[in-house]
């Protein structure tokens, strides 16, 4: 039996990969190594790509809940990228997300 929140994941790996371009390599789930505890991390969906000689990588955490997601999925997701060394980070939530998550992501993004 799939785990929960595994059909929302499948969507948005889905849509990632119709919107990306050809040399995107997408992972659903995707694994990373931490840079603090030396384990492999476990991401939603993970997108790898080139661009002139930069490697990115693009983390899509996907929220399938019935509430909307709150400050501690989003400090715990911004602490999660961080530590994978990842150069875009996306969270999704098929709930939406609490008011008061605007004024912290506002901090994360210019912070970063």
């Known amino acids: 039996m799939p785990r929960m ?46 661009q002139s000689h930069y490697q990115h990588i693009i983390a899509i955490e996907c929220k399938d809940r019935k509430t909307p997601v709150g400050v501690p999925d989003v400090e715990a997701f911004h602490t999660k ?8 980070a996306v969270l999704v939530s098929s709930s939406g997300f ?10 994360l993004i210019f912070s970063s």
């Not at 929140?5 to 790996?13: H, K």
């Not at 609490?98 to 901090?107: P, S």
């Open 81 to 88: 990228t961080r530590d994978l060394k990842i150069t875009k």
């Open 98 to 107: 609490r008011t008061n998550i605007i004024i912290l992501l506002k901090l």
């Open 5 to 50: 929140g595994r059909t929302f994941e499948n969507i948005v790996q889905t849509l990632e990969k119709i919107l990306s371009n050809s040399n995107a390599s997408i992972e659903s789930p995707g694994f990373v190594v931490d840079r603090v505890t030396n384990q492999k991390r476990e991401v939603d969906v993970l997108i790898r790509f080139s």
